[in-house]
């Protein structure tokens, strides 16, 4: 979306491996949510930052307000982390904007 | 995870007619959020409330959506005359509204022939 940028687009991993997904916002952003939508569309909400890091399990996700970017680390990769990422952000006047996603496999 | 229930998850309609779907939020959101997701996964907002009031919309909702969220009623969301272009995964989410953690429903899936 124009508010957000996120990347990479697509990514493909082998299990085991770990990468980092990134957002970048072009306005002043309150917080920012992260989110895996499955091949059926349904939206799991994986974290809610309105600054810092948080770590749940093999994902951790990373917020600086100032710098205005958000990533998601994912570690050790398994199959069924695949599915597409989209992180959101909300600004002052309490709208949330998505990024266009991120596709990712990973492969046995 | 989410106790969001979208109705129906599929809609089939022609040009022209309404379509018209439902969304419970989870107990005790007073924020619902409708999003419309594109075949490029593009997220577009359309509408938010409050308990029953309208908090945002854009200018497609209010000329040609009806939306609402009645108390102790599903939320509802119907397009007047349906459009090719209308053909999209339509989201609902309700969040517990401190923070705007937004949990999302299955989602209702429209096509318009």
């Known amino acids: 979306g124009d508010q957000v940028e996120q990347s990479p687009s697509a990514l493909s991993l082998h299990e085991g491996t770990s990468s980092a997904l990134r957002c970048n916002f072009t306005?002043?952003?309150?917080?920012v949510q992260w989110f895996r939508q499955n091949s059926r569309g349904s939206l799991i909400n994986l974290f809610y930052l309105a600054s810092g890091t948080k770590e749940n399990g093999r994902l951790k996700s990373a917020f600086d307000s100032k710098e205005l970017y958000s990533t998601l680390h994912i570690r050790d990769a398994q199959l069924e982390d695949s599915g597409t990422y989209f992180c959101a952000a909300e600004n002052n006047n309490n709208r949330i904007f998505f990024g266009d996603g991120t596709q990712l496999v990973v492969k046995p | 995870n989410s106790k969001v229930i979208q109705t129906p998850r599929y809609l089939v309609k022609g040009q022209g007619q309404k379509a018209k779907m439902r969304c419970i939020p989870e107990k005790g959101h007073p924020v619902v959020f409708w999003y419309q997701q594109n075949k490029n996964n593009e997220f577009k907002f359309l509408i938010n409330?409050?308990?029953?009031?309208?908090?945002?919309q854009i200018d497609m909702t209010e000329k040609r959506f009806s939306a609402e969220c009645p108390s102790n009623s599903p939320c509802s969301l119907e397009i007047q005359s349906s459009e090719a272009g209308d053909s999209a995964l339509y989201l609902c989410?309700?969040?517990?509204?401190?923070?705007?953690?937004?949990?999302f429903g299955a989602g209702t899936r429209l096509s318009v022939l």
């Open positions: 306005t002043t952003t309150r917080s």
């Open positions: 989410a309700s969040s517990p509204g401190q923070e705007n953690t937004l949990y």
């Open positions: 409330f409050q308990n029953q009031e309208v908090l945002q």
